[in-house]
């Protein structure tokens, strides 16, 4: 929780600033997510979803700050020669946002600071077999999140247009840090993991 402080704080301190020109508002969207960087398996992009609440204040000329807070579910497939299953992770995460404002197009990056709630695995995994050798089942639901890291660091950045009251935006999120938290059964640490995440998104925004 210690991550999240920082950004909760910025995004308050905004809030209440005197005289500040703010719009709150709601947010959805789809995400293509993968994670990149283990050896011997192949990752590719699943669909999920992210929802979120979103704060705009305004600072100077086109220029405000914009954080966010957002359940988000990311992770994806990884495929190797015995293996191929589907990882899911929710994070309640906090992007906080520079933002430019030209027209109706804007611009819009910064960190992202990701908290892990849960994480499920399906289809087919590697465990361990007797003698410390490799063997293989399909696993359904599978809880795993003591695999992984609880917390995430990333950089988002995206553009979008603002039509009165409706946003309409495409971010790239690229994780920073490595989220893997497993040992292999060698009880050596795997190549770490990295989320990336592509999100389209419509917004509602309220205020002045």
């Known amino acids: 929780m210690k991550l999240l402080a920082f ?14 020109q703010a719009q709150f508002g709601v947010k959805a969207g789809i995400n293509a997510a993968e994670m990149k960087g283990r050896d011997g398996e192949s990752a590719s992009y699943k669909t999920y979803y992210h929802v979120g609440l979103i704060f705009q204040g305004h600072l100077v000329g086109p220029l405000s ?9 990311q992770g994806g497939n990884l495929k190797g020669a015995f293996t191929d299953y589907d990882t899911k992770l929710h ?32 289809g087919q995994v590697e465990i361990s077999g007797t003698n410390g050798s490799a063997a293989y089942a399909n696993v359904d639901g599978q809880n795993v999140k003591d695999q ?26 690229a994780g920073l840090n490595d989220i893997n938290d497993a040992r292999n059964l060698t009880g050596i640490n795997d190549p770490k993991l ?15």
């Open 91 to 122: 994070y309640f995460s906090v992007p906080v946002l520079l933002k430019a404002t030209l027209g109706p197009v804007f611009v819009e990056a910064g960190p992202q600071f990701g908290l892990l709630v849960d994480a499920t695995r399906d």
């Open 148 to 173: 992984y890291k609880k917390t995430d660091i990333s950089i988002a950045g995206g553009v979008g247009l603002k039509l009165g009251n409706l946003t309409v935006g495409g971010r790239l999120v």
């Open 65 to 73: 700050i914009q954080p966010e807070i957002q359940y988000s579910q």
């Open 7 to 20: 950004p909760l704080a910025a995004a308050l301190a905004v809030a209440f600033a005197p005289k500040a």
């Open 194 to 208: 990295q989320n990336r995440v592509f999100q389209a998104y419509v917004g509602l925004q309220f205020g002045k």
